[in-house]
């Protein structure tokens, strides 16, 4: 079945820099890799995703980059606040079972005023 | 409350126990999830359910026992638990496969 890692599992940033978190995926036929938020104590909420015929989607200061040869995504958040703070987890999912998102561990991201 | 939400909220039981985790959705969504979310691990998918259909079954054990009465609400029945199954149980929804999934406020649940 997929496989999803995810690097770094903690990252600390000063407000105003930029974060970025990789996954890698191990099937080439995953198509769909959405983003999730988690703050703390709540539950996860969508934030930006990506389909395979595209290779970057920007949402003001949040994008996502796609490399299918690599079988690689990213998430880049730039100009960070500290309302930013919160776990993200990356996920993947293939056509024809696209019900069934493969998650990452997570990455807890600190934003430090 | 709006979209989707889950009850109870937090919920202690002993391995002999048998409790209902409750989830319903206010979005007209066709598809309902059972996530467990544990500590250090990812989000596991456990059951799936489209228009009242069970399309997938996660390799749970029997010990999980889903219900899905119709396409608002859906059931996890839970019997003779383990303490690892302690987590939080997280209820999601979405239109069709392949869509968005709108997470619920999840269960914390606590086996003794």
């Known amino acids: 079945g997929e496989d999803v890692e995810q690097h770094p599992s903690t990252l600390s940033v000063q407000e105003g820099d930029s974060a970025v978190i990789k996954c890698t995926y191990s099937?080439?036929?995953?198509?769909?890799f959405p983003w999730y938020k988690q703050e703390l104590g709540k539950r996860p909420q969508l934030i930006i995703d990506i389909r395979s015929n595209v290779g970057e989607k920007k949402d003001q200061r949040i994008a996502v980059t796609l490399n299918k040869t690599a079988k690689h995504f990213s998430l880049h958040i730039t100009e960070t606040q500290p309302e930013d703070s919160a776990v993200y987890f990356c996920?993947?999912?293939?056509?024809?079972?696209?019900?069934?998102?493969?998650f990452g561990k997570g990455t807890l991201l600190t934003v430090n005023p | 409350e709006t979209g989707v939400t889950q009850t109870p909220r937090h919920l202690v039981m002993g391995m002999t126990n048998k409790k209902s985790l409750k989830c319903e959705q206010h979005l007209g969504h066709n598809a309902m999830y059972w996530y467990k979310q544990s500590a250090k691990k990812p989000l596991e998918l456990m059951f799936v359910y489209s228009l009242e259909e069970r399309v997938e079954n996660n390799s749970v054990p029997s010990r999980f026992s889903p219900e899905c009465p119709n396409s608002s609400h859906l059931f996890l029945h839970l019997h003779t638990l383990q303490p690892e199954d302690s987590a939080l149980y997280l209820c999601?929804?979405?239109?069709?496969?392949?869509?968005?999934?709108?997470f619920g406020p999840g269960t914390r649940l606590t086996v003794l």
């Open positions: 099937d080439s036929a995953s198509n769909y």
């Open positions: 996920a993947a999912s293939m056509e024809g079972s696209n019900y069934k998102l493969t």
């Open positions: 999601a929804s979405s239109q069709d496969f392949g869509d968005e999934q709108f």
